[in-house]
């Protein structure tokens, strides 16, 4: 079980900055309900992620289960005549993430790496060169550590 914490011996609003946004480190627990045996069977069972300024850390699964949970794909379409993929990508969490696109097609006005803001979204534009309804998107997910020097990487299918 992944566990985050911290020792504070003075003010917690100065140590981590509370009033522009900063916050101690959390501990996630996915939990069955509220009941104290379901958290502790949570505990015992290792679904736990921390959360700690923007990084993420837990185990694959736990992470991918809340990502997967937060980054939302619009349908994907195209305008007339052309081949570049127009997708929308939500975050719906409150926390950026940070991908590194290890797949085989280009963005058309990204770099490889990019940034999903907190509560926010981005418009990519994929050079797919023929049209397609379906296509799947491989990332690392630079902010998600899931072991040292290690993190997480997952698809997700845009359709």
Same mark, same amino acid.
């Given at each position: 079980?992944i %566990?985050?914490?911290? +020792?504070?011996?003075?003010l /917690? +609003?100065? /140590?981590?900055?509370?009033?522009?946004?900063?916050?101690?480190?959390m501990?996630?627990?996915?939990?069955?309900?509220?009941? #104290?045996?379901?958290? =502790?069977? @949570?505990?015992?069972?290792?679904?736990? %992620?921390?959360? *700690?300024? +923007?990084?993420?850390?837990?185990?694959? !699964?736990?992470?991918?289960?809340? #990502?997967?949970?937060?980054?939302? $794909?619009? =349908?994907?379409?195209?305008?007339?005549?052309k /081949? #570049? &993929?127009?997708?929308?990508? $939500?975050?719906?969490? @409150?926390?950026?993430?940070?991908?590194? *696109?290890?797949?085989? *097609?280009?963005?058309?006005?990204?770099?490889t790496t990019? !940034?999903?803001?907190?509560?926010?979204?981005? !418009?990519?534009?994929?050079? !797919?060169? %023929?049209?397609k &309804? /379906?296509?799947?998107?491989?990332?690392?997910?630079?902010?998600?550590?899931?072991?040292?020097k290690?993190v997480?990487e997952?698809?997700?299918?845009?359709?």
């Open positions: 079980t %566990v985050g914490t911290s +020792d504070i011996h003075g /917690t +609003d100065w /140590t981590h900055d509370i009033n522009n946004g900063g916050h101690r480190p501990t996630f627990v996915k939990v069955e309900n509220k009941s #104290i045996s379901a958290l =502790k069977k @949570a505990l015992f069972n290792g679904k736990t %992620v921390v959360w *700690y300024k +923007d990084l993420l850390i837990g185990k694959e !699964t736990q992470l991918k289960e809340i #990502i997967k949970h937060n980054i939302i $794909f619009s =349908k994907p379409k195209y305008k007339e005549g /081949t #570049i &993929m127009e997708v929308q990508v $939500f975050n719906m969490s @409150a926390t950026a993430f940070k991908f590194e *696109y290890i797949g085989e *097609y280009s963005f058309h006005k990204h770099a990019l !940034t999903i803001p907190a509560k926010g979204e981005l !418009t990519l534009l994929i050079k !797919t060169k %023929v049209k &309804m /379906t296509l799947e998107l491989p990332f690392r997910v630079l902010n998600a550590i899931t072991s040292p290690k997480l997952l698809s997700f299918l845009v359709k």
